[in-house]
């Protein structure tokens, strides 16, 4: 099993939609989470940050992580065609020098 | 803009050569981590380095070594180079070596092996 997946996509939303991403993970021990997002030629760009437990929210977006079913969401509301990148989830633990673990991400394609 | 520079933009070489990308962290930012990004691998963590100081190490090849200059700048060398080394390196920079420091990256270097 792989530390963390995440679905590939790709995923395919009109405009104006709700769009949900998933990751799942194995490790017990990851204590934060991020999103990012990743433009065709860029670089991986940080969206969201969270620690532990809960929801964070930031505007369009919605980070969730729920720790008991090694499970975060990323939700995006009122989806536009500018959305349209790969989104990619990753996670570090706290002890020691531990690097990000990333998800492959998903491929989204926000259709106007 | 994240505030992470990275050189050249793309890289274009053949099997057996040596190249260097190089990479500029944020103002103010201390670590410096390494990754590549293949089509079937995803973001592959290589090497971390703070303050001029190799801190933890990923799946790096022995081909490939990284180091931080006292200005913080950071190259990676890659070596005897292979087909399959053909993908996007990343540079990301945090302010400190603690987990609990976000990572933005720049928008790396393509790497193209013929």
């Known amino acids: 099993q792989k530390e963390v997946e995440q679905d590939p996509g790709p995923l395919s939303v009109p405009e104006g939609a709700i769009v949900s991403l998933n990751c799942t993970y194995s490790n017990s021990a990851f204590q934060y989470f991020m999103w990012y997002r990743q433009y065709s030629r860029k670089g991986p760009e940080l969206l969201m940050y969270?620690?532990?437990?809960g929801n964070k929210e930031d505007g369009r977006f919605t980070a969730q992580v729920d720790k008991s079913s090694k499970y975060i969401s990323l939700f995006i509301r009122d989806s536009q065609p500018s959305d349209s990148a790969t989104y990619l989830c990753?996670?570090?633990?706290?002890?020691?020098?531990?690097?990000?673990?990333f998800g492959k991400g998903t491929r989204l394609s926000v259709i106007a | 803009d994240s505030g992470v520079t990275q050189t050249p933009k793309h890289l274009i070489t053949a099997t057996g050569q040596r190249v260097t990308l190089r990479c500029s962290p944020r103002?103010?930012?201390?670590?410096v981590y390494w990754y590549q990004q293949s089509l079937d691998q995803g973001l592959q963590f290589l090497i971390q380095y703070y303050n001029g100081e190799e801190r933890a190490k990923g799946n790096i090849l022995e081909r490939f070594s990284a180091q931080q200059f006292p200005d913080l700048h950071s190259e990676l060398n890659l070596s005897s180079l292979e087909l399959g080394d053909s993908a996007l390196y990343f540079c990301?920079?945090?302010?400190?070596?603690?987990?609990?420091?976000?990572?933005?990256f720049g928008d790396g270097t393509r790497l193209s092996i013929l």
């Open positions: 990753a996670m570090s633990s706290p002890s020691g020098n531990t690097p990000l673990v």
């Open positions: 969270t620690y532990s437990s």
């Open positions: 103002s103010g930012d201390l670590s």
């Open positions: 990301a920079s945090s302010a400190t070596v603690l987990a609990d420091q976000p990572q933005h």
